[in-house]
């Protein structure tokens, strides 16, 4: 069955700490991931995704992620945090053919200290 | 402006009487869903549309009803909350052969 696995639930980092949020995901065939990030209080939005091609993806507010294949990972990276990163984070992945179900991760809350 | 929205934002409601949430994308996006969010469980898809007058069921559809009579729309209807639905909805669309949701800003239900 499609799964996508985020181990970390809850992280806390001071500010300009750097930080890595795992994700791995069980698919068959070739796969799209997604970084959505969810600030309190609002709605999900997409961070970034990896469709193909070069596995180290850009996303907005200096988030990258890596795709490693061999792995089947898709972890989060930033350099250095910020206290507006205060956020959950979700993985999510889809199949890259017919009918795409999303499936998400159970979600990874970032706490950022001042 | 592209967007989700979602009605009511917040609600409370007593066991047994009847909700409906709703849905409107102005994006014309073919594909809708619905999804509840509780602590420590991530995202569960409760229902589905791929397009107009073609819904499915999700991973937790058990209490929840869907229609899809317009593009734009698609409610989504508890004929008898109970206190296990108290949770936070999401509805998302996306375009057909697009790979990105868009979320409403969500609704917060409490059944009592």
């Known amino acids: 069955a499609q799964s996508v696995s985020q181990h970390n639930h809850h992280v806390i980092l001071s500010e300009a700490a750097s930080l890595e949020l795992g994700c791995n995901y069980s698919?068959?065939?070739?796969?799209?991931l997604f970084w959505y990030v969810q600030y309190p209080g609002q709605h999900l939005q997409l961070l970034l995704k990896?469709?193909?091609?070069?596995?180290l993806v850009k996303g907005i507010k200096g988030f990258e992620a890596e795709f490693i294949k061999s792995k089947f990972s898709f972890n989060l990276r930033k350099p250095s945090v910020q206290w507006s990163d205060t956020a959950e984070y979700f993985c999510?992945?889809?199949?890259?053919?017919?009918?795409?179900?999303?499936?998400f991760g159970t979600g990874t809350k970032l706490q950022v200290i001042p | 402006e592209a967007q989700v929205t979602q009605n009511p934002r917040y609600l409370i409601t007593v066991t047994g009487k009847k909700l409906t949430v709703t849905c409107s994308q102005n994006?014309?996006?073919?594909?809708m869903s619905w999804y509840r969010q509780d602590p420590g469980l991530g995202l569960r898809q409760i229902y589905y549309?791929?397009?107009?007058?073609?819904?499915d069921k999700g991973d937790v559809p058990e209490g929840y009803k869907v229609s899809r009579k317009e593009k734009r729309n698609f409610p989504l209807i508890l004929e008898s909350p109970s206190p296990n639905q108290t949770s936070l909805y999401f509805c998302?669309?996306?375009?057909?052969?697009?790979?990105?949701?868009?979320f409403g800003e969500g609704s917060r239900l409490t059944v009592l």
């Open positions: 698919y068959g065939g070739t796969v799209n």
């Open positions: 549309s791929m397009n107009v007058e073609v819904t």
């Open positions: 999510a992945a889809h199949s890259s053919g017919g009918y795409q179900k999303v499936t």
């Open positions: 998302a669309s996306r375009a057909s052969g697009g790979r990105e949701l868009f």
């Open positions: 990896y469709f193909s091609g070069d596995p």
């Open positions: 994006m014309n996006h073919e594909y």
